[in-house]
């Protein structure tokens, strides 16, 4: 009864983060009715249009790509489970902190080209899989070590050893596959980083 108590009070976090990328799927892919270049995430333009930090996070490029960051949340709501998550709001909380710091990291780094060899990266980058792979690389930690509070606020994450087997698995092929055409290995390192950063924090 206690387990299904838990699941009855986080639930609609991840219902909601689900929800919220089929739907803006529907619009930009199917329908048709918003153009999925104006939420890109483009470096060079993002001094002037600051909105594509979270709304580059929403859109996919094609179904696959959005049933694979669908499965990412299956996933992560399931170790959080697992872990024994006590927050009603961690999930939602860190999708948003994660964007931002996310970015930084992107940021950060596109400037350290830039001013090196000055070379400033001119891509696209869209997609859920960067905040995945940051909770990929928290919950990777939490089930070494536990974490009991996530900024000030109590989640109670316990280590666990199943989750640790299956995060390392799922994080080692997950690195394989940012390898592949047309996977942005950036945004899957960065958040995978800032998950690890969050986690510390």
Known sequence: MAFNNLISKNEWQYILSASLLLIVFILTDLIGVIDKEYFYFVPRLISDQPHRIFTSILIHADLNHLLSNLGGIIITRYFLMR?????????????LICSFLNFFIIWFYEKILSYF????????????????????????????????????KKIGLKSNYEVQKMSKTICLIGLIFSFLPGVSLLGHISGFIAGCFLFLI
């Open 83 to 95: 872990l024994g998550i006590e927050s009603r709001f961690f999930y939602l909380k860190f999708i």
């Open 117 to 152: 060899l000055n070379f400033y990266p001119n891509y696209a980058a869209l997609g859920f899989s960067g905040i995945i792979y940051a909770l990929f690389g928290f919950l990777l930690l939490a089930s070494f070590y536990g974490k009991s509070h996530f900024l000030g």
